[in-house]
């Protein structure tokens, strides 16, 4: 099984910047991928960004372009989420999650952490 636990968040002021931290641990040479979603208060939860390990190869959401960065450590089976010039609209439950060899979703999570962004 794969563990996925993120970390970092919190209360931030618009525009500044955060990072959010996502630490996989358990058989983790069968991810494949890695990514971030995040789900806003009363909305469906969203794909924001992902790595795949093989080639390093990303992809973001045409909506995060620009202020989003994803950054991954495979040694340390780690990938970040850098979010610049944080808006109150980026307040949301991120999630991190993983999609293992041979499979077509993401189908591991994590527990989610909070970002709350003050006007």
């Known amino acids: 099984q794969v563990q996925l636990v993120e970390s970092g968040g919190g209360l931030v002021q618009a525009g500044y910047s955060t990072r959010l931290s996502c630490a996989a641990s358990?058989?983790?040479?069968?991810?494949?991928?890695m990514g971030w979603f995040r789900q806003a208060p009363g909305k469906e939860r969203e794909f924001i960004s992902a790595?795949?390990?093989?080639?390093?190869?990303?992809y973001y959401a045409d909506s995060v372009k620009g202020r989003f960065t994803i950054l991954g450590n495979n040694e340390k089976n780690t990938i970040y989420l850098q979010i610049d010039s944080l808006k109150p609209e980026d307040t949301a439950i991120y999630y991190c999650?993983?999609?293992?060899?041979?499979?077509?979703?993401?189908?591991?999570w994590g527990q989610g952490t909070q970002v709350t962004v003050s006007s």
């Open positions: 790595i795949k390990w093989s080639d390093r190869t990303t």
């Open positions: 999650a993983a999609r293992e060899v041979g499979h077509d979703d993401y189908d591991k």
């Open positions: 358990g058989r983790t040479f069968k991810v494949a991928t």
